[in-house]
């Protein structure tokens, strides 16, 4: 079945350190790859998008997600964490359908 | 532009009382989409439309109503509210169908059905 699973439903970092959210996918076929950013009380924006274009893809606010095609994931990274990146973050999928499948989503806090 | 709006914010109904939840952008978007989004579920489809005239089922389009009668509105309707329904709404459009489009998502409403 095809599924999309975050690992770890809150994360803190301190401010500064690196920010890492996990995403793996289960599906037979190449899938398209997005992740979303929701601050409080607003709707979700995109950050970045997978196209197969290149494994590493480069989003707004300094993020960037590598497909890893062997390992069926697409981690979401930020070198330095900054207070103003403190949001819930959510993995999308496109299984080949043009729908999108969401996970479960990942609150990042960030530590001062 | 002021992208994709929803209203309201916030609703309260009792159960079995009826309402409609409105969404308009102004991008002219062909596609628009409903979710719902729970606590540890992420975002579920509820319904989506194509384009003017067309819609189908998500994955949870139970106890809903879509219609699409213009490009830009694409109101949901509660015919029966249940509690299960409290949850927080968010309408979506995209240019069009695609597996590489980007979803620009309205700010949700949030309902509480008692």
């Known amino acids: 079945a095809q599924s999309v699973t975050q690992l770890g439903s809150h994360v803190s970092v301190s401010e500064g350190a690196l920010v890492l959210l996990r995403c793996n996918y289960s599906s037979s076929v190449p899938p398209y790859l997005f992740w979303y950013v929701q601050y409080p009380n607003q709707g979700l924006q995109l950050l970045l998008k997978y196209t197969s274009a290149a494994t590493l893809v480069k989003g707004i606010n300094g993020f960037e997600a590598e497909f890893k095609k062997s390992e069926t994931s697409f981690h979401l990274t930020k070198p330095s964490a900054h207070m103003s990146d403190a949001a819930e973050y959510f993995c999308a999928v496109d299984f080949g359908n043009e729908k999108l499948t969401f996970g479960t989503g990942t609150r990042l806090t960030i530590i001062p | 532009n002021a992208g994709v709006t929803q209203t309201p914010k916030f609703q309260v109904l009792k159960t079995g009382q009826s309402m409609t939840l409105q969404c308009a952008q102004d991008m002219n978007h062909e596609y628009m989409s409903w979710y719902r989004q729970d606590p540890g579920m992420g975002l579920r489809l509820i319904h989506y439309s194509v384009g003017a005239g067309i819609t189908d089922q998500g994955e949870v389009p139970n106890g809903y109503n879509v219609s699409r009668s213009t490009t830009e509105d694409f109101p949901l309707r509660l015919l029966s509210a249940a509690p299960s329904q409290t949850s927080v709404y968010f309408c979506?459009?995209?240019?069009?169908?695609?597996?590489?489009?980007?979803?620009?998502f309205g700010p949700g409403t949030r309902l509480l059905v008692l």
């Open positions: 979506a459009s995209s240019p069009r169908r695609g597996n590489l489009e980007t979803q620009y």
